[in-house]
């Protein structure tokens, strides 16, 4: 049969700005988060996580910010540049779980 | 300390051949899982092999195949090639068992199915 391309969500944003990239989640049991970051040609890149007993959490120039009531994962990015420009992953598991659920992904340009 | 590597980079194979993946995981990390990307399905789990057992399989065909050395290197095979086989194949390693930790993944190897 046909396959249907995955619509991939796009964020176009003007370097310097704070980007929001976000992730819907439906298992209410999900308890371990990552963001990943994946340029054209390369493999996803680990950029930052959190757990379920956090609601925010901060790395250089990026958090996550998690709200487990409307399960949703948010990852900013602050003063966006033009190499943060790719596609950005959120994946999720459970603490009895065996694999991450990967969502598909939103692809971010940054305008110069 | 040395990332995730993935042997070959890229492979070119015509239908009904087999082909034979080669994944190195982060020094010390047990786990190693396999997934493949393509546009239209995006990130597909295949496998993941701890302490050279296959803890999970994901829903793929048996012409899907892998295993895990005691060095925690690991293969994954693909009898009788099909055209919808191309893709973007993942290996992401983990210290400890899938759903437990952090994985990180290779920079894949690219199989192009003619």
């Known amino acids: 049969g046909e396959s249907v391309g995955l619509h991939l969500p796009t964020l176009s944003v003007q370097e310097g700005d704070n980007s929001i990239i976000n992730c819907a989640y439906s298992?209410?049991?999900?308890?371990?988060f990552i963001w990943y970051k994946q340029e054209s040609g390369k493999g996803p890149q680990f950029i930052i996580d959190?757990?379920?007993?956090?609601d925010k959490r901060q790395g250089q120039r990026v958090t996550v910010l998690l709200n487990k009531t409307v399960k949703h994962l948010s990852l900013q990015i602050a003063a966006t540049q033009p190499g943060d420009s790719a596609v950005y992953f959120c994946?999720?598991?459970?603490?009895?779980?065996?694999?991450?659920?990967f969502g598909t992904g939103t692809s971010l340009t940054v305008i110069p | 300390k040395a990332g995730v590597t993935q042997t070959p980079r890229y492979l070119i194979k015509t239908r009904g051949q087999q082909v034979t993946l080669s994944c190195s995981p982060i020094?010390?990390?047990?786990?190693v899982s396999w997934y493949q990307q393509t546009p239209g399905q995006g990130l597909q789990f295949l496998f993941e092999?701890?302490?050279?057992?296959?803890?999970n399989k994901g829903n793929f065909p048996g012409r899907f195949s892998g295993r895990q050395f005691s060095n925690s290197r690991s293969e994954m095979n693909v009898s009788t090639l099909e055209l919808g086989d191309s893709a973007l194949y993942l290996c992401?390693?983990?210290?400890?068992?899938?759903?437990?930790?952090?994985?990180?993944f290779g920079p894949g190897t690219r199989l192009t199915v003619l």
């Open positions: 992401a390693s983990s210290f400890s068992p899938l759903g437990t930790d952090t994985q990180y």
């Open positions: 298992n209410s049991a999900s308890d371990y």
């Open positions: 959190i757990r379920s007993n956090m």
């Open positions: 994946a999720e598991t459970t603490n009895t779980g065996n694999q991450f659920y």
């Open positions: 020094s010390g990390h047990r786990s």
């Open positions: 092999y701890f302490s050279e057992t296959q803890r």
